[in-house]
């Protein structure tokens, strides 16, 4: 099969998944696609239009969520789209809020965001509408990339949450038993361990409820 722009992000991604954006180059894609390493430039000018093309190709997955008639069933959908190819690919949840995204999913993704969200009843202009939509993604790009590091952490490390608090947990105890941080105490005592999805949906709705009432001024 000859070569092409997208067999080429396709195995990218591939080689992305499993060796991470580090272990990513031009010698490994062409070894696996059994070509010389110089045929890829034919293709591809650089490892940033690579990774540009590795992007967009993932969004063109997430792109197939937003299709709903209602605009807080496209933003949920996209918005959960978004989190489920981040966890398949984590690399991604590194390149979020980075470069801008420009290729034709990401903007259609974007216009699909942007245009539910202008049908919010507190969206009234165009100001509400860059608010939104800049705190939607704010809310997404920050959730995802603390779970994805929070998952690498105790996937490498092998610590799992009862591992930390023993190891942390004298330290800690010793802190808290000054007195001076009682909220904080009372999130590491009383607080349970949360699942991540279920905080993520939660957040998300408040985040969209935000949107939706209509600020004091």
């Given at each position: 099969?000859?070569?092409?722009?997208?067999?080429?992000?396709?195995?990218?991604?591939?080689l992305?998944?499993?060796?991470?954006?580090?272990?990513?180059?031009?010698?490994?894609?062409?070894?696996?696609?059994?070509?010389?390493?110089?045929?890829?430039?034919d293709?591809?000018?650089?490892?940033?239009?690579?990774?540009?093309?590795?992007?967009?190709?993932?969004?063109?997955?997430?792109?197939?969520?937003?299709?709903?008639?209602?605009?807080?069933a496209?933003?949920?959908?996209?918005?959960?789209?978004?989190?489920?190819?981040?966890?398949?690919?984590?690399?991604?949840?590194?390149?979020?809020?980075a470069?801008?995204?420009?290729?034709?999913?990401?903007?259609?993704?974007?216009?699909?965001?942007?245009?539910?969200?202008?049908?919010?009843?507190?969206?009234?202009?165009i100001?509400?509408?860059?608010?939104?939509?800049?705190?939607?993604?704010?809310?997404?790009?920050?959730?995802?990339?603390?779970?994805?590091?929070?998952?690498?952490?105790?996937?490498?490390?092998?610590?799992?949450?009862s591992?930390?608090?023993?190891?942390?947990?004298?330290?800690?105890t010793?802190?808290?038993?000054?007195?001076?941080?009682p909220?904080?105490?009372?999130?590491?005592?009383?607080?349970?361990?949360?699942?991540?999805?279920?905080?993520?949906?939660h957040?998300l709705?408040?985040?969209?409820?935000?949107?939706?009432?209509?600020p004091?001024?």
């Amino acid at each position: 099969m000859p070569l092409s722009r997208a067999k080429i992000a396709a195995t990218a991604i591939r080689l992305a998944d499993v060796h991470g954006l580090d272990g990513l180059s031009v010698r490994k894609i062409a070894k696996e696609l059994g070509v010389g390493p110089m045929r890829l430039y034919d293709y591809v000018i650089n490892r940033s239009e690579l990774l540009d093309l590795m992007v967009d190709a993932v969004y063109a997955q997430i792109a197939e969520a937003g299709q709903h008639s209602e605009w807080r069933a496209t933003v949920l959908a996209l918005a959960q789209a978004t989190r489920e190819a981040a966890l398949d690919h984590e690399w991604f949840a590194d390149l979020l809020g980075a470069r801008p995204h420009l290729g034709p999913h990401a903007l259609a993704v974007g216009e699909s965001t942007a245009a539910a969200l202008s049908q919010a009843p507190g969206v009234r202009g165009i100001d509400d509408l860059q608010r939104a939509v800049g705190a939607l993604n704010a809310f997404i790009v920050g959730a995802l990339r603390r779970e994805i590091t929070e998952r690498r952490t105790a996937r490498l490390t092998g610590t799992d949450v009862s591992a930390w608090q023993a190891a942390l947990g004298p330290y800690l105890t010793r802190m808290l038993e000054t007195g001076r941080y009682p909220t904080v105490a009372r999130l590491v005592i009383d607080g349970a361990h949360l699942n991540a999805e279920e905080t993520f949906h939660h957040n998300l709705i408040t985040i969209l409820d935000g949107i939706t009432s209509h600020p004091h001024t």
